[in-house]
Structure formats: C-alpha cells, structure tokens
C-alpha cells in the first residue's frame, strides 16, 4: 500500500509540474479545459501550496466530481471556475488562463472581497 501511495504521489506530482507551469503554444483553452485544469489544481493542492494564496487544501478536494465545476464567468483572458466540495461546504474559485495558467485559487470569502459581490 506504501508503494502504491507513493507512485500516485509521484503521478500527481509529475502532472503539477506540467499544469502549474502550463504556458500558451497549445492556444487557448475552452470551458472545458479550464474545468479540468480546475479539477487537477485542486487535487495538487491536496498535497502542496504551490505557491498559491490558498495554501494547500483538505484532502478531500482531490475526490470532488468534475459536475462540482462549472464556469461562472468568462473575461477576454480568463475564465473563473467555481469548485464546491460538499463534504467540507466549502466553495473555492480558480481564475484560470485561457493560455491554461492558472492564475489564482481563492476561497468564497477572498474571492468576494476582490469581486465585491459572489457568484
């Protein structure tokens, strides 16, 4: 079990280095993607901050389904994703690149305050 643990850590962390230092050359990403990026953001943030203002995020994020996703809002650069994880009632948004950076993760309540109202 030890070693099965270990391999998934090295998948997941093998998978962060690509996502986190995703770069344009692919274009843009649509919806979709952005969802994805979102989903495997957050399971990366399960084990480690990567440098984002979160900080790392309870383990339970890394088993939220692809439908808690969804795109709330679309600009010309970015789009914003709203994560919820029903288990800890905790809702994260992560504005997401259309060059697939990911530019920042915040919770409900940073993430309103920067806005100045919720989606």
Excluded: P
């Amino acid at each position: 079990m030890k070693n099965f643990s270990v391999i998934v850590f090295l998948t997941l962390l093998l998978c962060s280095s690509l996502a986190f230092a995703h770069t344009g050359g692919h274009g843009k990403v649509n919806q979709e993607k952005a969802v994805e990026i979102a989903q495997n953001a957050a399971k990366m943030l399960t084990f480690k901050s990567y440098g984002m203002a979160i900080g790392k995020i309870d383990s339970s994020w890394a088993s939220v389904k692809k439908a808690s996703y969804q795109v709330v809002k679309e600009g010309d650069d970015s789009y914003i994703i709203e994560a919820t994880n029903d288990e800890k009632s905790q809702t994260l948004y992560f504005d997401i690149g259309k060059n697939g950076e990911i530019n920042a993760v915040k919770d409900a309540v940073d993430f309103t305050k920067k806005h100045d109202h919720s989606h």
